[in-house]
């Protein structure tokens, strides 16, 4: 089992950037696919990013490729979302989850473990 713990949220304005951290513990963290998802007020929750356990495959919502990177450190037991250019759209609470499964998954019922959330807010 592993804990998730997103930190990096805030309020900014067009065009910004923001940093998402999210801290795990507990199993081996090299051994999950980490995602990243985000849910806005009245909406589904979507996929962002997915990397691989190595960090070497990573994948992106068609809506944020160019803007946004996944990455992780396997030694600090973190994964990270670096996001440029942010937009008003980009406003919703941004999850991570871990993956036990083989394989990247983009679909959230694929993954095991999720973090409380943290809030990103775009004003425009």
């Known amino acids: 089992q592993v804990q998730l713990v997103e930190s990096g949220g805030g309020l900014v304005q067009g065009g910004d950037s923001l940093r998402l951290s999210c801290a795990a513990s507990g199993r081996t963290f090299s051994s999950y696919a980490m995602g990243w998802f985000r849910q806005a007020p009245g909406k589904e929750r979507e996929f962002v990013a997915a990397?691989?356990?190595?960090?070497?495959?990573?994948y992106y919502a068609g809506s944020v490729k160019g803007r946004f990177t996944i990455s992780r450190n396997n030694a600090k037991n973190t994964v990270y979302l670096q996001m440029n250019s942010l937009k008003p759209e980009d406003t919703a609470v941004y999850y991570c989850?871990?993956?036990?499964?083989?394989?990247?998954?983009?679909?959230?019922?694929?993954?095991?473990?999720w973090g409380q959330g943290t809030q990103v807010t775009v004003s425009s």
């Open positions: 989850a871990a993956d036990d499964s083989p394989g990247v998954s983009s679909a959230g019922s694929g993954y095991d473990y």
């Open positions: 990397i691989s356990r190595s960090g070497g495959r990573t």
